[in-house]
């Protein structure tokens, strides 16, 4: 199965800047088929991107997907205080579909 | 707008079945735009897809739970169920249930979850 590795584990920052969160994957992901959740205490995950890129309707524009191959990563520009959460990618260029460990975004 | 709530037993001693439903709300259980998912988080694992259910029948397990895992349709009550056999408290989790859209071939919808400890 495709292993999918996060870094860092945590990104403590600021209202204002913006994070950086990668995503590395022990085999290529076929198609570049790379999703991006947000998940808040309590609540389930949330879809942000999917195919790498792709925003899902109600995402907004300071989330930037990007990647190919084995690298990806999502950018937060100008830190909003909501996006304070925990952040995790998911691969579904093969069965079964994986996720990784997760990236704390905290003040 | 697709709505998902699971229900089932917080509780399951070892050995035996963990039983859960996912209700679904807004779409029918039918349909051809989503794959039912089952989808479970724990401290120890993670993030880890359980399996899924297409409405042609189809179903595509997670290989390190495929021996023990059912997952169904109910056409009748609008909902499906997962069934997950000879459980250790290695199956304490969140579970969730999920919809896999067929065009995103992710997971946009997603139940509020439900804890399950394994537990004598």
């Known amino acids: 199965e495709t292993v999918l590795t996060q870094s860092p584990a945590t990104l403590s920052l600021s209202p204002g800047e913006t994070a950086t969160l990668s995503c590395g994957a022990s085999?290529?992901?076929?198609?570049?088929?790379v999703a991006w959740f947000q998940q808040k205490p309590g609540l389930a995950p949330r879809l942000l991107m999917y195919?790498?890129?792709s925003r899902v309707s109600g995402t907004p524009d300071r989330f930037s997907g990007r990647g190919s191959g084995t690298d990806f990563t999502l950018t937060i520009s100008r830190l909003e205080p909501e996006d304070f959460a925990v952040y995790y990618c998911?691969?579904?260029?093969?069965?079964?579909?994986?996720f990784g460990q997760g990236t704390k975004v905290e003040i | 707008q697709v709505q998902l709530q699971e229900s089932g037993p917080g509780l399951v001693k070892p050995s035996q079945t963990l039983s859960l439903t996912c209700s679904v709300s807004?779409?029918?259980?039918?349909?051809?735009?989503?794959?039912w998912t089952w989808i479970r988080q724990s401290a120890g694992k993670g993030l880890e897809w359980i399996g899924r259910?297409?409405?042609?029948?189809?179903?595509n397990y997670n290989p390190s739970l495929k021996s023990r895992v059912t997952i169904s349709i109910d056409t009748s009550k609008n909902h499906f169920s997962l069934r997950l056999t000879s459980v250790t408290a290695a199956d304490s989790a969140v579970y969730y249930c999920?919809?896999?859209?067929?065009?995103?071939?992710?997971?946009?919808?997603w139940g509020q979850g439900t804890l399950v400890a394994v537990s004598p």
């Open positions: 999920a919809t896999e859209d067929l065009q995103m071939s992710t997971f946009n919808y």
């Open positions: 807004g779409e029918s259980i039918t349909s051809d735009y989503y794959y």
């Open positions: 259910f297409y409405s042609t029948g189809t179903t």
């Open positions: 085999q290529r992901v076929s198609n570049n088929y």
């Open positions: 195919d790498a890129s």
């Open positions: 998911q691969q579904y260029g093969s069965s079964p579909w994986t």
